[in-house]
């Protein structure tokens, strides 16, 4: 009888699981090839831009946020007692600094003067009298001293009583905008302070009339911001560092400078702040009272700094390069030493001159990432965002079990 000579068992498993494998690894190759190009579809394409060296400006800066105030807010009321005569403004006026606001009579002004005129050459009378009978005794010394310091005395006190005619006009501090004027003209005032009845009734004044006898002015030229920054950055900045600001409801930089840095810190956030006052320089036109704004404290500001996009830097091993374009558009491999960066700006000193240009790819389109960080890809190399079947006779590794759904797509490059 013939027999049949047969391959042995196990070379026979090895030639079929070698086949199982290739055929898996084929059709596996073919999946993460086609996923990986709808995720560059999907994400956007890469695009070779290229940048040229050039000198800017680097800055360093503190930030930290707060509520635009007018320097003057200021409450006015007369120094002298008298009635008013005459009130020249109205709320909403505008005025000017050294604007007459309201006047009072000048009756108890003129009184206080010529009596302090009186006391003065009374103090002089006396003097002269106590020169006279000077005879060199301890007594008549110590009189004539006496007489002496009576005299400065009464003169300081005339002199007092003379500028003081100027009380009976009050007067803006600044220019800016009239926002109260709780006074009319009849009213009677005395110094900073009310007159009129009492609240049991009772008189207190020398007219019946109750009124504060105040006129309020905010400032319309003379701007600031009070804000905090942190016992860190207290370090960097100093009075007169150079401060930008903006505001949601100004187009334009607001500039100033710090006026006032406060050594005393609060802890009422849980953190150490210190107060810092920063003054607004230049226009001022069409700022408001309460505007909230970003602030930058600029402590360093660096020019003529040579820069190309970080982008355009690869560092691998210690050492950074650049793709240099040369003139006849040639690409070589540059070393490139590096200084420090300024937003997506890096400091190239040392490797490129002013005006040479780097190339560099760049992505366009959504390049979000996915939930696991990856680019587009699941652990195992498999796309993300889709259901994912086997190919028939295709049996993944022990344990491993393939992703379903719920991908979100692009991923970083």
Known sequence: ???????????????????????????????????????????????TSTATAALVTFEK???????????????????????????????????????????????????NR?????????????????????????ASDALLSARKAAVTVAKSAYVAAKDAMSDAVLVAPAD??????DIAVGDGVSAGSNSGTSPAGGATGTTSTSTTGTISIVGTTQWSVSTTVSATDMANIAVGNQVEMTAGDISETIFGVVSEIGRLPSTSSGAIAYPVTV????????????????????????????????????????????????????????????????????????GLTEGQQVQYEQFTG???????????????????????????????RSGFTPPTGGGTGGGRR
């Open 1 to 47: 009888m013939a027999h049949i000579l047969r391959p042995p068992r196990r070379r026979t498993a090895i030639i079929t699981a070698a086949i199982a494998v290739t055929v898996a690894a084929l059709v596996f190759g073919l999946i993460r090839h086609t996923a990986t190009g709808a995720s560059s579809t999907a994400e956007g394409a890469a695009m």
């Open 366 to 396: 959504n390049r979000g990432e996915n939930s696991s960080g990856q680019d587009g890809m699941g652990r195992e190399g498999f796309p993300m965002g889709g259901d994912f079947s086997p190919p028939e006779g295709f049996t993944p």
């Open 114 to 138: 010529l009596g302090a005129k009186a006391e003065l050459l009374s103090a002089r009378a006396a003097l002269a009298e106590a020169k006279n009978a000077a005879d060199g005794s301890d």
């Open 61 to 111: 800066s503190v930030t930290a946020s707060g509520t635009l105030t007018p320097t003057v807010a200021e409450t006015l009321s007369f120094d002298a007692q008298g009635t008013v005569t005459e009130v020249a403004v109205e709320v909403g006026d505008t005025v000017t600094a050294g604007q007459e606001l309201a006047r009072i009579d000048t009756e108890q002004l003129d009184l």
């Open 176 to 181: 800016g905008l009239v926002t109260a004027v």
């Open 279 to 350: 003054t607004v320089t230049g226009d001022v036109d069409g700022l408001f009272d309460g505007v909230s704004v970003d602030i930058s404290i600029i402590y360093s500001r660096r020019a003529d700094v040579l820069a190309i996009p970080a982008a355009a830097v690869t560092t691998s091993d210690g050492a950074s390069t650049v793709q240099l374009v040369s003139d006849d558009e040639t690409v070589t491999t540059t070393t490139v030493e590096l200084g420090e960066s300024s937003g997506d700006q890096i400091e190239i000193t040392a």
